[in-house]
């Protein structure tokens, strides 16, 4: 659940399902694969929360993607206005890489615009945008006031900021891999241990002189499949390790027998849910805050 925040407070970054823990040795390469089975797993949802965000900004001639890792997020912006130029804005040198592989094997190569620039020092160098995109990276942010005023102040009149953030992200074991309830004592211990934890960011689009449009809770539960079992394994393996302390020796071992036992077949592999939160703003045509 999201923890509230004054905008004049500025958040400290929190853990995040898709962030190294302390003392993790994952490699970018690793975070990369995370983020990239999350896109394909919960690809519906993600398709719905870009759809949502491309009506409140038809016809946007240049979208910003603030953060965007290995560019599943740059892509679905890139199907979902066809005629625009995007700009990908990432600290990684590694992850724009990646994604301008990536765009240039959907053919929208010409289309995606690549930055590298750290989020922490403000607004990037890209003028005009009719809309910003920042999917699970303002929590990462510093000062993030600043940036939504450095957003406000570029995007043309009119324009839109568009922020999603993940609820609950949650592996569903096969029937009889779990004691009853294991789902829910998995919430409970990745919100005891901060996972998923950011601010409403409503009073910081509103501090930054936005006009907050909306604010959508969306949720999926995608059934057994080969890309869902996939993401189960990789997941479990970092809560399992993240979460130790937080979840009691039952349920540990049930993540242990799980991870050790070979995949099952649909219908009876494992399942997957999970959720996003997606604010919407638009600064006004008025240049007055």
């Given amino acids: 659940m999201a923890t509230p925040h004054p905008p004049h407070h500025r958040p400290a970054p929190h853990p995040h399902p898709h962030d190294p823990q302390p003392g993790s040795d994952r490699s970018e390469e690793a975070m990369a ?45 890139a199907q979902a206005f066809p005629a625009a130029e995007i700009v990908a804005v990432d600290s990684s040198a590694a992850m724009l890489t990646r994604l301008r592989s990536a765009a240039d094997a959907a053919g929208i190569g010409d289309r995606v615009r690549t930055v590298q620039a750290d989020l922490d020092d403000g607004w990037p160098p890209v003028a005009g945008p009719d809309l910003v995109w920042a999917a699970s990276s303002l929590h990462h942010v510093v000062d993030p006031e600043r940036l939504l005023r450095g957003a406000h102040d570029a995007l043309a009149p009119g324009g839109v900021v568009a922020v999603v953030e993940m609820t609950a992200t949650t592996p569903v074991l096969p029937d009889g891999a779990a004691r009853p309830g294991f789902e829910r004592r998995l919430e409970e211990a990745l919100a005891h241990a901060g996972w998923n934890r950011y601010p409403d960011w409503t009073p910081f689009l509103r501090a930054a002189g936005l006009e907050v449009l909306s604010r959508d809770e969306l949720r ?64 006004p045509h008025s240049t007055h805050r």
């Fill in 33 to 77: 694969e995370l983020l990239d089975l999350d896109a394909t797993a919960f690809a519906d949802l993600l398709t719905d929360v870009v759809a949502r965000t491309a009506a409140l900004a038809p016809g946007a001639a240049r979208v910003v993607d603030l953060g965007a890792g290995t560019g599943t997020g740059t892509l679905l912006l």
């Fill in 220 to 283: 999926s539960e995608p059934g057994p499949g080969p890309e869902v079992t996939r993401w189960v394994r990789v997941v479990l393996e970092r809560q399992r390790t993240g979460l130790a302390e937080h979840l009691d020796p039952e349920d540990r071992a049930a993540i242990d027998g799980f991870l050790a036992a070979p995949d099952s077949p649909p219908p009876h592999g494992p399942g997957a849910r999970s959720g996003r939160t997606l604010w919407a703003a638009r600064r």
